[in-house]
């Protein structure tokens, strides 16, 4: 479940919005209006108050106007609370019902954009501080490490430090999550969602088995091979959002002037539907073999897999069998479609920046683990002679050991970047696996390369000086 303010505006209320509109073209009593919104389970808790308001109007018998005074007391969604008491107040002084619903829509745009746009905002510095500090938790590592090894501290400190910092990158990803996480626009059917349950747990698999920068790279190209199938179904529902929303406007101002949904379809048919010509060829096969009408939005909606487009449908589907004004509804959720997709895009915008400094980090980050690990390979081997060793005693530290300490924390710093790059672009949690393998064979590459090469720079350095095997006695 999403965390939201109570004082934020969230699309759902925006469509709720939009189909009372509908509701009120089709010149229906408000009481009948009440009881058909409590029946709309996909409004979530907006129907459960208005199922609340039905029980009260038409089970205990109260006006209209108390039902609604005693339920928007107990609202606690500050935009809900204040609509339900300024549509009581429309109701009561016969105000034009259509007039103050396109008003309140236009309202609750502005209000959503300004929402959004603020969050957009502190999304960005918060992002940036999440990165730096993430990044930062790799330099803690090897601070720590090198003061263990030079005093001999042991490695059960690194333990719990690298379980303390695992802990900290996943606080700091959930804190993300529940701040900005973005709201649902994709359907996925069960069988595209077992395709990413069995991608990440391949991957783990993998790690689990190797543990080495190997295994990590492997397990990163699964992942974008899984990250792909998501990517590319959510760049074609992109596109298809885009044209859905032209189709909007155009079928219904069609609609308004032939009144015919089999017409209407054959004479959008001739236009430029760009992607969404299959679903539209879809709806009128089935229209010609007598699918009710309800029913061929619902499954277009359903079939593109997008939640855009199925909240829109079902609008213009009500508005349609209820007879209202097709024309005017259709034009108004076109508006709000536009609005959503705006705000879509900016957010994506703003995620590029984010993806390409995280990328730079973790290669860093990765880089460091790399140089630290065949630091301490050398400091061992400078240690070990016995002329050193009478002198200063370092700390014995398991190479292997340590080198799965980085790996594991640079795993899971990868997989903590990943949805939170998915988190800035406004994306879900499956195409976060595409960012997540990229990460990851950045991670195995920069740690191998530059442990290689640092081995190879020392080893170089140290090649030429003579072995002091004994110390002698005096001088």
Request: charged share 15%; proline share 2%; glycine share 8%.
């Amino acid at each position: 479940m999403q965390l939201r303010r109570q004082d934020e505006v969230d699309s759902k209320f925006i469509f709720l919005v939009a189909y009372i509109l509908a509701l009120f073209t089709a010149d229906l009593p408000p009481e009948n209006i009440i009881v058909t919104l409590s029946g709309l389970k996909y409004f979530g808790e907006y129907s459960k108050t208005f199922s609340r308001l039905a029980t009260l109007i038409h089970g205990y018998r109260y006006k209209f106007s108390t039902a609604i005074n005693i339920m928007s007391s107990k609202v606690y969604i500050k935009p809900f609370r204040e609509f339900m008491i300024r549509f009581s107040q429309a109701l009561s002084h016969g105000d034009e019902m259509i007039s103050f619903l396109n008003r309140e829509i236009d309202m609750t745009l502005n209000d959503f954009n300004a929402d959004m746009n603020r969050k957009i905002e502190s999304m960005n510095n918060f992002l940036a501080i999440y990165g730096s500090l993430s990044s930062s938790l790799v330099f803690l590592m090897v601070n720590l490490t090198l003061v263990s090894i030079l005093f001999d501290v042991g490695t059960s400190a690194l333990y719990l430090l690298s379980l303390a910092m695992v802990a900290v990158i996943g606080l700091l990803t959930l804190v993300v999550y529940m701040l900005y996480r973005p709201e649902v626009y994709v359907i996925l059917k069960r069988n595209e969602k077992l395709v990413g349950v069995v991608g990440v747990t391949l991957a783990g698999i993998i790690m689990l088995l190797q543990r080495n920068y190997i295994s990590i790279a492997i397990a990163g190209g699964v992942l974008i091979g899984t990250g792909i199938f998501f990517r590319t179904k959510e760049r074609r529902l992109s596109t298809l959002e885009r044209h859905y929303v032209a189709f909007v406007t155009y079928f219904s101002r069609t609609y308004h002037v032939v009144s015919n949904l089999m017409d209407t379809f054959l004479s959008v048919m001739r236009g430029d539907l760009g992607s969404m010509r299959p679903l539209v060829t879809s709806s009128l096969n089935r229209l010609k073999f007598g699918v009710k009408k309800s029913l061929i939005f619902e499954m277009m909606g359903e079939e593109s897999g997008s939640v855009l487009i199925l909240m829109m449908n079902r609008i213009i589907s009500a508005t349609i069998e209820l007879g209202g004004n097709v024309k005017e509804v259709g034009e108004t959720v076109s508006r709000i479609g536009t609005t959503l997709l705006n705000l879509r895009a900016r957010r994506e915008q703003n995620g590029r920046a984010f993806e390409a400094s995280v990328f730079a980090m973790q290669g860093a980050s990765s880089a460091i683990g790399g140089s630290l690990l065949a630091l301490i390979q050398v400091f061992e081997t400078i240690f070990s002679s016995n002329a050193i060793n009478t002198i200063f005693t370092l700390g014995q530290v398991s190479i292997p050991q340590l080198s799965l300490l980085l790996l594991a924390i640079l795993v899971a710093l990868s997989f903590a970047n990943g949805i939170s790059i998915a988190i800035a672009y406004g994306k879900t949690f499956y195409s976060s696996l595409y960012f997540v393998g990229i990460l990851l064979i950045i991670t195995a590459l920069s740690f191998h390369f530059t442990y290689v090469l640092t081995q190879g720079i020392f080893s170089g350095i140290f090649q030429g000086l003579p072995t002091i095997t004994s110390v002698p006695g005096n001088i």
